[in-house]
């Protein structure tokens, strides 16, 4: 039985802040230390979570937890962060409101890993299924991609953020994800050129030069040792907890489920190599002539291996660093840099190159996890973004100033939905209450952002001001205009009463923070407001060849040349936090505010001073009097009594009245103190969390009994309908058995009056049978008597017969006897007279024989041998030729048969007359071929060079004859238009499937091949949709597979290729790429035409570039090749697996 934890039931301190007692600083410190002694991290001021870092895993976010948490009541179960997640999830799906949940605290506190949790419990409660699965694996995914280019290590967080991130989760009618949009918000690119003691660069850096292969460094020209960089800090390149090598492939593995290519991910490596390049180019000083200084580039190796990995002429980026170019109106004026401002530059660079490619990444993960639908989607936002900084030895720099004036913006946000809303409320709802004095930091943010008396504001007019521009004529500024602030101080301003003030230096000013006072230190703030970047680095940036620079720089394009000053850094973070502003204040805000328990990053540790600062910096205290003030729990007054009307007897089951009545009815009959709630003019208010829990409570008790009542209903109804169905099938058993019972001993009767009857017929038969055997005994005694009678006469006849026949016999047999011996003396007298005859026959061929050797006995002696030889010779070459003859195989070249040599001498003779016979037989069949069948033999030869061990289909095309024609469009009436409209005569004419990019869906044309051009056209009208010159072919694009795809890849810049390559797919796919090919090496004005063969290849549809990737699948859609759309630059073709 499941187990159900309240809020109050076995709690360690308390749960809720709301219900301290008694409620001090020290108390709520003292509370918030206890339950993080007890691995409790999660309290509760209200609906806010406070959330106290461990430094440690802790097993409360298992898969168990998630289902724990999922939903229920937000106060229902022991603080977690899941609760808040789920309340907000819920309120999305079910209510339909936006939320935003805006995570805050310090540097350190946890805020990046609160924000993971609450997407991943999203993520495991919305709903399943293939595409929502990978919806929400992308979103998860994008994280250790941005954590890798946008975090690092600090002395207070081994994973700090360093840019700010919200990142809008977008959802449809049903809860389920449909995609996201992420915002970032200065990057702290300055750490990419210098990093404080103790502090890493950003984490890809060492992830890359740890975890990547010898090769992939090898070509990005790149070497494992940290030392050999100088934009990476030594003292902290290894932090333990890190595995920088692991992560780095964690971080591929993302990038690939995310959708990004693997020629983007190259690229993107080449920009972090080519950043770790440019920080080891030094500068040495040179004199000029006319006694200028300029700067010369020490050892141009590593600008050498830099301007190869983008694609750059060494010389446009040496000479950038070297001069500088300042254009005003028609005029262009050229200066030498020193070396200075040569490091500068080569600074300015570095950060530029590293922050647009983080804007990139982030632009091209927005591309990928975006909505795919148009229609209106439901939003979650989760706002992650830097906290509040304070360097304790005064080195507050600009970057320190922004991040804490966007805390201020948040901090204002949560005064203004949080307490200020709470008290307008009741005022609105009409109910008493004692109003509580808070701090409102709007007069603060003032100070920062006014237009025209503001810190950016007078920031900004410093760095448009002609003439010198220094950090000490801005600090002037600040101390003329803002000198009367009491949230300002500085030592040079008017006011007397911080001149005296040694803690403060001269060259600082000081704001009194919500979170307490920062000292500023003025050096760098106009420079790093500015951010320029000379124009000639932008230009050099922008002729590169690699395919990404060109897209980060392009304010670098010569025609595109803009002298307007570009915005200041400031002044774009004031518009993005506005917009971000805006955006929080239509969602429905959920508070997380994190705190860090020490500074030590250690576990188990809790330093109250600490804790305390944190505590006063984010007004919990003053949240805390606020909700105590006030009431904890607020409900309309139809939810209420529809919730708890069972809980009176006067409104159960319907009250026929107004809901406010009701309420008061139901209120009026519980034991719950008046003083405990409050009637509003739309709502009831409860003071107290207990009393919402006794009304919970005593609801599950009547709902316990309700259901207990249905129960016992349910059962007598079932027992009666038991019972009644019983007594109905026993009487219609009872009904059946006497029916059962009588049939049977009918049965019996009628089986005794059988059994009689049987008895008397059988006796009756026995004594007709008893006559019967008798008559016939005696007609059978006269048959037998006649029978033996005849049989007498008859066999007396047989003998006299019998004996007759013997008689005539023996004469027969005596008479064939002495034939038989006149015959066999007759034979001897003849075979005596045949030998005599031979012996005469024989006697005279010896006698002539004997005449024969004497005559020629002188020749034979002389040259027999020769003879015997010639005629033995000639003989077998006789026989060899007639057997020859008898065994010749047939005319076929392809028949490899050949009778065997009988004779070894005759070895070469045989194998001559075989090549001999071949090449006959080869020459009679060439001879029967007319030019067209010449010319089919000729392209299938060419299609065998083509395809054959490289494509799967070049097997099966062989026994298929090239048609070409396939249409019979000269003869076909229906193409007549199409005919006339192209000029020269058609090599080819088939249909075949263009394929659509948006969804990878066929749409059919008529593909025509001419000696000059290929014709696209319609199938149904004939219409010419596309006409491509074979010149403007630049290759053509197969699979290995069994597929009959291909892609027509035109030249860049041709007129045809503005619309962008064709893929299509054809069932004679051996025949046109054949066709193509000699068409193309035979015209006169066009190249070779290239034929890539390739599972994976690149296409040009309009502006983007589409891989189109070749898989094996299970056989689908009756064993079909499909095309589907994978994202906005994948086609993926699953071609069958063939057996």
């Known amino acids: 039985m499941e187990v159900k934890t309240s809020l109050l039931d076995n709690m360690i301190g308390v749960g809720d802040m709301v219900l301290l007692e008694p409620l001090s600083e020290d108390s709520f410190i003292e509370n918030l230390r206890k ?8 309290t509760y001021i209200g609906s806010v979570v406070i959330s106290m870092n461990p430094y440690r895993s802790l097993p409360i976010f298992t898969p168990e937890k998630v289902e724990e948490y999922r939903n229920r009541n937000f106060y229902e179960l022991s603080p977690h962060i899941y609760a808040l997640a789920d309340e907000a999830y819920r309120s999305l799906r079910d209510q339909d409101k936006d939320q935003c949940i805006l995570i805050t605290g310090e540097s350190g506190a946890g805020k990046t890993e609160a924000s993971k949790l609450v997407m991943s419990y999203v993520a495991a409660v919305c709903g399943k299924g293939q595409e929502v699965n990978k919806v929400k694996e992308q979103l998860l995914q994008s994280n250790p991609v941005l954590e890798a280019f946008g975090n690092a290590k600090t002395v207070r967080n081994d994973n700090s953020s360093r840019f700010g991130k919200y990142m809008d989760i977008e959802f449809d009618f049903k809860g389920d994800p449909l995609g996201g949009v992420i915002s970032n918000y200065l990057l702290e690119k300055s750490r990419v050129v210098k990093q404080p003691r103790g502090e890493r660069n950003f984490h890809v850096f060492y992830q890359l030069l740890s975890g990547a292969s010898d090769d992939t460094l090898k070509k990005l020209k790149l070497d494992r040792d940290f030392s050999k960089y100088n934009y990476l800090s030594l003292d902290s390149a290894v932090v333990n907890g890190l595995d920088d090598a692991a992560n780095f492939r964690t971080v591929r593995n993302a990038m690939q489920i995310v959708g990004f290519m693997e020629d983007e991910v190259q690229s993107v490596l080449e920009l972090v190599a080519a950043v770790l390049k440019l920080g080891d180019i030094e500068f040495k000083p040179e004199s000029r002539c006319n006694g200028t200084d300029e700067s010369r580039i020490k050892d141009k190796n590593d600008l050498k291996e830099m301007c190869e990995l983008l694609g750059i002429e060494q010389s446009v980026l040496e000479r950038a660093f070297s001069y500088r170019t300042v254009e005003a109106r028609l005029e262009k004026v050229s200066t030498t840099l020193n070396v200075a401002q040569a490091y500068y530059a080569r600074d300015a660079l570095a950060k530029n190159l590293y922050s647009r490619l983080f804007s990139w990444l982030v632009t091209r993960i927005n591309e990928s996890i975006k909505a795919q639908t148009k229609a209106r989607h439901k939003v979650m936002g989760v706002l992650d973004i830097y906290g509040f900084e304070i360097f304790e030895d005064g080195d507050n720099s600009f970057e320190q100033f922004i991040i804490n004036y966007c805390n201020e913006k948040l901090q204002q946000i949560f005064i203004e939905l949080t307490l200020r809303e709470e008290q307008e409320e009741y005022v609105r709802e009409g109910i008493e209450w004692t109003n509580i004095e808070y701090f409102n930091n709007a007069i603060i943010c003032d100070l920062i952002e006014n237009h025209q008396n503001g810190i950016l504001a007078m920031l900004d007019e410093e760095c448009l001001r002609p003439g010198t521009v220094t950090d000490e004529t801005f600090l002037d500024k600040l101390n003329t205009i803002c000198a009367e602030h009491q949230h300002f101080e500085s030592r040079l301003s008017k006011n007397s009463k911080f001149l005296t003030d040694h803690s403060l230096p001269h060259n600082c000013f000081r704001i009194q923070h919500y979170a307490g006072k920062v000292l500023y230190r003025a050096e760098g703030f106009v420079d790093k407001n500015n951010d320029l970047l000379y124009r000639d680095l932008s230009q050099a940036m922008y ?30 973070f004031r518009a993005s936090v506005g917009t971000l502003m805006k955006n929080l204040q239509t969602k429905n805000p959920n508070y997380i505010r994190c705190i860090k328990p020490n500074d030590k990053k250690a576990s188990h540790i809790f330093t109250d001073s600490l804790v305390c600062h944190q505590v006063r910096y984010l007004g919990l205290m003053e949240n805390v009097r606020v909700r105590r003030a006030g009431y904890a729990f607020r409900q309309a007054y139809e939810p209420c009594l529809e919730r708890y009307k069972m809980l009176c007897k006067r409104t ?17 009959d519980l034991p719950v103190p008046a003083e405990e709630f409050s009637y509003g003019r739309s709502k009831i208010f409860i003071r107290n969390p207990r009393t919402l829990f006794f009304l919970e409570e005593r609801r599950r008790q009547c709902l316990q009994d309700l259901a207990t009542l249905i129960q016992k209903i349910y059962r007598g109804w079932k027992c009666r309908s038991h019972f009644l169905l ?6 219609v058993v009872a009904a059946w058995y006497r029916r059962y019972a009588q049939e049977k001993k009918y049965q019996k009767i009628k089986s005794a009056t059988t059994v009689v009857q049987s008895y008397t017929r059988g006796w009756q038969a026995r004594k007709l049978l008893r006559e019967l055997k008798y008559q016939k005994r005696c007609e059978e005694a006269v048959t037998t008597i006649s029978a033996f009678w005849h049989g007498t006469q008859a066999r007396m006849e047989l003998r006299r017969l019998k004996q007759e026949a013997r008689n005539k016999h023996a004469v027969t047999v005596i008479w064939a006897y002495w034939q ?18 031979h012996a005469v026959a024989v006697i005279w061929a010896y006698w002539q024989g004997l005449k024969v050797r004497r005559e020629y006995r002188k020749f034979f002696r002389a040259n027999a041998g020769k003879k015997i030889y010639d005629f033995t010779i000639q003989r077998i070459m006789q026989k060899y030729f007639l057997g020859l003859k008898s065994t010749m195989p047939s005319v076929s070249p392809i028949d490899k048969s050949w009778p065997a040599n009988p ?35 000729e392209e299938k030869l060419e299609a065998s060079e083509i395809f054959k061990d490289k494509k799967a289909l070049y097997p099966s095309s062989v026994s298929q004859p090239f048609k070409g024609d396939y249409l019979e469009i000269s003869k076909n009436p229906k193409y007549q238009k199409l005919h006339s409209a192209v000029d020269e005569k058609v090599l080819l004419a088939d249909v075949v499937n263009k394929i659509n990019r948006a969804n990878g869906k066929g749409t059919a044309r008529i593909f025509l091949l001419t000696k000059k051009s290929v014709v696209l056209a319609d199938q149904k009208t004939g219409q010419v949709k596309a006409s491509v010159p074979l010149p403007d072919l630049a290759s053509v694009s197969v699979s290995t597979q069994s597929d009959g795809f291909f892609a027509l890849r035109l030249k860049e810049g041709s007129a045809s290729a503005v ?33 890539d063969i390739s599972d994976e290849f690149l296409l040009q549809f309009k502006h983007d570039k589409v891989c189109v990737k070749f898989i094996q699948g299970a056989p689908k859609n009756g064993n079909s090749v499909s095309c589907k759309r994978k994202n906005n630059r994948l086609l993926e073709v699953s071609v069958p697996t063939t057996a």
């Open 903 to 937: 004779y070894r001498f005759l070895d070469g003779v045989h194998t001559e007359l075989r090549r001999i016979f071949h090449l006959w037989r080869c020459k009679k069949y060439r001879s029967q071929f007319t030019e067209e069948k010449k010319a089919v033999y």
């Open 726 to 731: 019983l007594k109905k099938s026993q009487i």
């Open 820 to 837: 038989g011996t006149k015959a066999r003396r007759e034979l001897r007298t003849l075979k005596e007279e045949a030998r005599r005859k």
């Open 543 to 572: 002729k590169a060849n690699h395919s990404l620079i060109k897209q980060l720089f392009p304010e670098g394009n010569p025609a595109k040349v803009n002298l307007k000053r570009p915005p200041t850094a400031g002044f774009q």
């Open 1059 to 1091: 619309k962008g390559d064709f893929l299509l797919s054809s069932d004679h796919l051996i025949e046109i790429i054949t066709k193509l090919h000699r068409t193309g090496a035979t015209a006169a004005d066009s190249e070779q035409l290239d034929i």
């Open 652 to 668: 159960w089951p319907h009250w026929r009245g107004p809901a406010r009545e009701g309420v008061e009815v139901l209120m009026a």
């Open 35 to 42: 339950r993080f002694d007890h691995n409790e991290i999660y």
